[in-house]
């Protein structure tokens, strides 16, 4: 499945630095990717910002493709078990 993901056609397309740069990321900014895959914008983020990146994944198999890459770039992988959401608990 991941390969899927890292589809240069595809990656080509979405372009991950300049639309990045686009939505206004800074050398300054903090940067949290929210269901980060195999982390085409995490690593690009992580090519912009100095500051702190985070990838979040809760997909086993894409927070082992985000370890194995991290060594490219000081990124904190965050990793936690979904759990579902129902409605608001109504105190009375």
Known sequence: MAHRF???KRVEELNPKKNL????LLRQSVFC???AG???FTFAAAGITEN???AVEISGEMQGILR???NIRDVNIVHKAATPMGPPNESK
């Not at 740069?21 to 206004?24: A, E, L, P, S």
């Open 6 to 8: 890292e589809n240069p």
């Open 21 to 24: 740069i686009k939505i206004g």
């Open 33 to 35: 990717d929210i269901g």
């Open 38 to 40: 195999t982390g085409i």
């Open 52 to 54: 702190t990146v985070y």
């Open 68 to 70: 194995s890459k991290s």
